[in-house]
């Protein structure tokens, strides 16, 4: 059974920081690409930060450059989110996504249930 187990989330003040964690299970993670995406309230998913499978690149959304940081440890089948001065417009839903081929078939999309985060004083 595949899943994809967000935690880390919760209130926050503005300037603060956040870990959030992805747990991963059911599938080969190191097939895998991971991302994280934002979902503000009454807003589309956004792509947040990206990671390859091996993760020797990884791909930032303009607005988070120089605060967040993603990154993975293959050990552990996790793929982390640290955010740093946090400002209430990143305030929503952050998800995980692995996406990535399994048994030779591309296009494989898997998704967490998101956890919530709240920026504000």
């Known amino acids: 059974q595949v899943q994809l187990v967000e935690s880390g989330g919760g209130l926050v003040q503005p300037g603060g920081s956040l870990r959030l964690s992805c747990a991963a299970s059911g599938f080969t993670f190191t097939n895998f690409a991971m991302t994280w995406y934002h979902q503000a309230p009454g807003k589309e998913r956004d792509l947040v930060a990206a990671i390859t499978a091996a993760g020797g690149s990884t791909n930032y959304a303009d607005s988070v450059k120089g605060r967040f940081t993603i990154s993975r440890d293959n050990a552990k089948n996790t793929v982390y989110l640290q955010m740093n001065s946090l400002k209430p417009e990143d305030t929503g839903v952050y998800y995980c996504?692995?996406?990535?081929?399994?048994?030779?078939?591309?296009?494989?999309?898997?998704w967490g249930q998101g956890t919530q985060v709240t920026v504000s004083p």
């Open positions: 996504n692995a996406f990535g081929s399994v048994g030779g078939t591309g296009g494989i999309d898997y």
